[in-house]
């Protein structure tokens, strides 16, 4: 069994953490939203379908549909027919949405190199790490029962 005390703090700093980075985001002036920020950069490599999207996001479809139609709206990707599966579509960014995706990613990278210009390398990696492994277990957790 763990130790109660450090999970009870573990989750005192989750929930800061999580007002925290609210607070942030409301006082920044990014070009995109959260989640269309998130979906462009899981197709920086290329081509997905919907599903592949809502598989790597761990959301549902319909979840990923009604933002990637949000998105193509706002000319930040396009669709194509998937030529392995003509029933699906696989959807790229378009010219507008690369610019605006890296650029955010530029922006916020930044930020953090400044936020963290104290930390040690070798911190950061290990923040890094910890954090990968702790959205991996909320990732799993999401559909357990409260």
């Known amino acids: 069994m763990r130790e109660t005390d450090s999970i009870s703090r573990l989750e005192y700093q ?11 985001n409301r006082r920044r002036k990014y070009p995109l939203e959260r989640a269309h920020y998130l979906l462009l950069l899981h197709l920086r490599k290329g081509a997905l379908s919907v599903g592949e999207l809502a598989a ?10 009604r933002q990637l139609n949000a998105m193509e709206k706002r000319g930040l990707i396009i669709k194509r027919p998937n030529p392995a599966d003509g029933r699906s579509a696989l959807i790229e960014r378009t010219k507008e949405g690369c610019q605006l995706a890296e650029a955010m990613h530029d922006q916020r990278t930044q930020r953090i190199e400044r936020m963290l210009e104290n930390w040690t390398q070798e911190d950061i990696e290990t923040c890094s790490k910890l954090t990968a492994r702790l959205t991996d277990a909320l990732n799993r957790s999401m559909d357990e029962p409260d």
């Open 56 to 65: 790597k996001l761990a959301l549902d479809n319909s979840t990923v549909t």
């Open 14 to 24: 989750l929930a800061n953490l999580a007002r925290t980075l609210e607070a942030i």
